[in-house]
Nanobody, 127 residues
Framework: QVQLVESGGGLVQPGGSLRLTCAASGFTSDYYAIGWFRQAPGKEREGVSCISKSDGSTRYADSVKGRFTISKDNARNTVYLHMNSLKPEDTAVYYC????????????????????WGQGTQVTVSS
């Protein structure tokens, strides 16, 4: 069945960088987009970034624009989230998810529009 596996989380100091990886497998048809979401304790899950599989278009939440970069390797069915200039408020569990709903291009759809989810990887930004 469809599986999404996140990796790359960890502890990093403020101003540091991390690269998260989302490896997808088991799809019987192409998904439209992969999204990265994050959820801090006691808070709602929020969209961070997304990328379209077909056209490569990307979107970012205002809170991470200029600091995070999403990219993909279609041959490996892998999506990356490069996180730079990390701040303590970036601390959260980060999830990747795939959707088959909405437009084929990237758009910041809510979590409910995504069909498959990974288990998450913890990112902690602290000195």
């Amino acid at each position: 069945q469809v599986q999404l596996v996140e990796s790359g989380g960890g502890l990093v100091q403020p101003g540091g960088s991390l690269r998260l990886t989302c490896a997808a497998s088991g799809f019987t048809s192409d998904y439209y987009a992969i999204g990265w979401f994050r959820q801090a304790p006691g808070k709602e899950r929020e969209g961070v970034s997304c990328i379209s599989k077909s056209d490569g278009s990307t979107r970012y939440a205002d809170s991470v624009k200029g600091r995070f970069t999403i990219s993909k390797d279609n041959a490996r069915n892998t999506v990356y989230l490069h996180m730079n200039s990390l701040k303590p408020e970036d601390t959260a569990v980060y999830y990747c998810a795939a959707r088959y709903t909405g437009l084929n291009s990237a758009a910041m759809y809510p979590p409910a529009w995504y069909n498959y989810w990974g288990q998450g990887t913890q990112v902690t930004v602290s000195s």
